[in-house]
């Protein structure tokens, strides 16, 4: 994964853990990012594989895991996680 990946992983998960408990469009985070939506969608599924988000459809959420590691990202001092 290159580092531009990466960072749209970051940002995705930031988006879905403000967004908690409810599905959101693929379409319109990519909307909200200003990232074409087939990167935004490549990105979802390889996250929905690594059991980070949940899909329903073309809507999309985090997991249980997805949000423990988007809480403790969101809470911890270090910047680089």
Known sequence: MNSE???LGRWLMQV???N???YVEGRE???????DEP???EELDRM???NL???????YRLSEEGYRIAYQRTTSFCPHL
């Open 48 to 50: 929905v594989q690594t």
């Open 16 to 18: 879905l853990y403000d």
């Open 29 to 35: 985070i990519s909307k909200y990012l200003e990232v």
């Open 5 to 7: 990946q990466d960072d």
């Open 53 to 59: 988000v949940e899909s329903s459809g073309s809507r």
């Open 39 to 41: 990167s935004v969608i």
């Open 20 to 22: 908690y408990d409810n």
